[in-house]
């Protein structure tokens, strides 16, 4: 039972998180400081609903409501999406899942366990918590070339 409680208060990371908030950035950076970065999301194993991303900046404002530099809501297309987000220089986050019926919510079983996709910077796979910010953070210290991929995870 100590493991379905810890699912329950360990995967309610996007419930009322930044994820499932509208908007596509949430602090502007400066038109001159700013960098592009786009995540390539894989791994989808539908074309149905939309991918919610979400960029964060510091450890304690990991997966907070309101608290993303910047967040994202795109369609998926052969089983892929593609997140394009602004930000400055620095050491960021990304956190993301697969809204795949579309209601903005991030879904879970009575265990906790989660129902839609999900996935993390640095393709950090979770254990029985959410990652830290510090596995998945990775340094923007200039335009990236290409894109970086992250992959999907279902289940546990």
Do not use: K
């Not at 596509?24 to 950076?29: G, H, I, K, Q, Y």
């Not at 970065?37 to 450890?59: E, I, K, T």
């Not at 029985?128 to 991929?149: D, I, K, M, N, Y």
Request: include cysteine; hydrophobic fraction near 40%; glycine fraction near 10%.
């Amino acid at each position: 039972m100590a493991v379905g409680v810890s699912f329950v208060l360990v995967l309610t990371l996007f419930a009322g998180s930044a994820l499932g908030q509208q908007g596509t950035l949430a602090r502007p950076a400066p038109a001159s400081e700013a960098l592009a970065l786009v995540f390539r999301v894989r791994g989808l194993r539908s074309d149905r609903g939309q991918v919610m991303g979400a960029l964060f900046d510091r450890p304690e404002r990991w997966v907070r409501a309101g608290e993303e530099v910047a967040a994202c809501h795109v369609r998926i297309r052969g089983r892929e999406a593609r997140c394009e987000l602004t930000a400055r220089p620095g050491r960021y986050a990304f956190a993301f899942a697969h809204d795949e019926d579309g209601d903005g919510r991030f879904d879970r079983d009575f265990l906790g366990i989660p129902q839609e996709g999900y996935g993390f910077s640095n393709n950090v796979r979770p254990s029985l918590s959410l990652p830290s910010w510090q596995s998945a953070a990775f340094p923007l210290r200039e335009t990236p070339s290409g894109e970086l991929v992250v992959t999907t995870r279902y289940g546990i």
